[in-house]
């Protein structure tokens, strides 16, 4: 593991909520899980491509076994009732040497409100940090919020094979 294992920070969004961002921890399992249950399908649909509610154990080991050097998972946790709760994840997985593929989600509540934009920078900062050099993403393309949040940051669309995903590269250093 890496001092990636241990980041943590807390900002404020442009509301003024306060929100932190954290590396996710295996006691995270739990409260994933419940955000995942605060999530809409539609939601779900747009970061796994296919309808999910559920996730198999050997899908709840990967998302949750996180290395920190090829695998780099953050959370974002915001206060409901004076407890902090899951409000949005972001990770990325090195795929090959320099190479990563970032994913994100943000619980419908929490949308449109910054949530995406913060993970992102931080997820940014951290793989730029690792001397990676460049990362990529796949968004659908009815997925607006998340393809303009990805132009935000100065993703290019790029050439690809699967023509039912919008293929998006962010050059590093």
Same mark, same amino acid.
């Given at each position: 593991?890496?001092?990636?294992?241990?980041?943590?920070?807390?900002?404020?969004?442009?509301?003024?909520?306060?929100?932190?961002?954290?590396?996710?921890?295996?006691?995270?399992?739990?409260?994933?899980?419940?955000? #995942?249950?605060?999530?809409?399908?539609?939601?779900?649909?747009?970061?796994?491509?296919?309808?999910?509610?559920?996730?198999?154990?050997?899908?709840?080991?990967?998302?949750?076994?996180?290395?920190?050097?090829?695998?780099?998972? $953050?959370?974002?946790?915001?206060?409901?009732?004076?407890?902090?709760?899951?409000?949005?994840?972001?990770?990325? $997985?090195?795929?090959?040497?320099?190479? +990563?593929?970032?994913?994100? #989600?943000?619980?419908?509540?929490?949308?449109?409100?910054?949530?995406?934009?913060?993970?992102?920078?931080?997820?940014?900062?951290?793989?730029?940090?690792?001397?990676?050099?460049?990362?990529?993403?796949?968004?659908?393309?009815?997925?607006?919020?998340?393809?303009?949040?990805?132009?935000?940051?100065?993703?290019?669309?790029? +050439?690809?094979?699967?023509?039912?995903?919008?293929?998006?590269?962010?050059?590093?250093?």
């Amino acid at each position: 593991m890496t001092e990636t294992a241990n980041y943590a920070t807390c900002e404020l969004l442009s509301d003024g909520s306060r929100i932190e961002v954290r590396a996710l921890q295996p006691e995270d399992e739990a409260d994933m899980l419940a955000a #995942v249950g605060k999530t809409s399908a539609q939601s779900l649909q747009r970061r796994f491509f296919v309808m999910k509610r559920h996730f198999s154990d050997k899908e709840r080991v990967f998302f949750m076994d996180i290395d920190f050097r090829n695998h780099v998972a $953050i959370v974002a946790l915001a206060d409901d009732a004076g407890r902090k709760v899951i409000v949005g994840g972001g990770r990325y $997985i090195v795929f090959e040497p320099g190479r +990563a593929e970032m994913a994100f #989600v943000v619980i419908d509540t929490w949308q449109g409100r910054g949530v995406g934009s913060l993970l992102m920078r931080h997820l940014i900062m951290i793989a730029s940090a690792a001397g990676l050099n460049e990362l990529t993403a796949e968004v659908l393309p009815e997925n607006g919020a998340m393809l303009k949040v990805f132009g935000k940051f100065g993703f290019r669309p790029a +050439a690809h094979r699967d023509p039912q995903t919008i293929h998006l590269v962010l050059k590093l250093g």
